[in-house]
């Protein structure tokens, strides 16, 4: 990929660096990590064809906001870095932030909880709150073998549509969302939807049923509180974001760098 040197960082994109160094320290904290696979990107503010993404080759635990590389939808590295980015990695989340300018930030990853669920013909079952929030708001799409052929853009964002989550058949998890907190917190519930699920079949007793009308009352419940948030002119998923932070300063602050 070439690389070419862009402008001088401002505050907003360091405050995205931030953020999204963040989300990844937040997802090793929670073991939701995969070794130095999966990714989480961010869009960098002001632009519509350029994103950040974790540089290939470390842990999740390692990112920094400095390390993360800056990239735009036609794989040209944007700033002078040591690293490089996983093919994959770029194949899907450059099709979604080229072609949902709503998802300021896409989260990825390979959860034994979620490639599970993902791996059954059944998918995400409407058996717990956390799985009611993405009743009818979730998108599947069907596994190609491993990501790097860039023709599958196309048929991954056909297939997310104007969804926010999305099960990669046989493959993975993943979300996106209006901000860097929107997008982790839907993957931290959506993989909790999944492990109580795996936790309720294993048992061999049958979930308790709920009801169409309480699955779609529940969801609708969820897209209300966003939607009164956000005409107050708050990020719904901030205030939780900041207990996060909360619980992760106290271990480190190194992803500031």
Not at 36 to 49: C, E, L, N, Q, Y
Not at 169 to 182: F, K, Q, Y
Request: proline share 3%; with cysteine; hydrophobic share 40%.
């Amino acid at each position: 990929m070439k690389t070419r040197q862009n402008s001088k960082r401002d505050e907003r994109e360091q405050r995205v660096r931030e953020d999204l160094a963040a989300a990844y320290r937040l997802i090793a904290h929670f073991g939701l990590d995969d070794s130095i696979d999966t990714h989480i990107s961010a869009r960098v503010p002001g632009t519509r064809d350029q994103f950040l993404i974790n540089p290939y080759g470390l842990l999740f635990q390692e990112i920094t906001a400095s390390s993360l590389v800056k990239i735009d939808t036609e794989g040209r590295i944007l700033e002078r870095t040591d690293h490089v980015v996983n093919p994959a990695g770029f194949v899907i989340h450059s099709a979604i932030h080229q072609a949902r300018h709503d998802a300021e930030c896409v989260a990825h990853t390979h959860t034994v909880a979620g490639v599970a669920v993902a791996s059954l013909a059944c998918g995400l079952q409407p058996c717990n709150q956390w799985a009611l929030q993405f009743h009818r708001r979730i998108a599947y799409h069907a596994f190609e073998g491993i990501a790097v052929d860039l023709e599958e853009r196309a048929r991954l964002v056909a297939d997310l549509g104007t969804y926010r989550a999305m099960i990669l058949r046989n493959h993975g998890l993943l979300t996106c969302g209006s901000s860097v907190a929107e997008a982790l917190i839907l993957m931290l519930n959506l993989d909790r939807a999944c492990r109580v699920q795996l936790a309720v079949q294993a048992s061999g007793q049958a979930p308790h049923p709920l009801s169409d009308d309480v699955c779609d009352l529940t969801a609708s419940q969820y897209e209300q509180w966003e939607g009164i948030s956000q005409a107050d002119g708050d990020d719904p998923y901030r205030r939780e974001w900041d207990a996060y932070m909360r619980r992760l300063n106290p271990t480190t602050t190194s992803y500031l760098d």
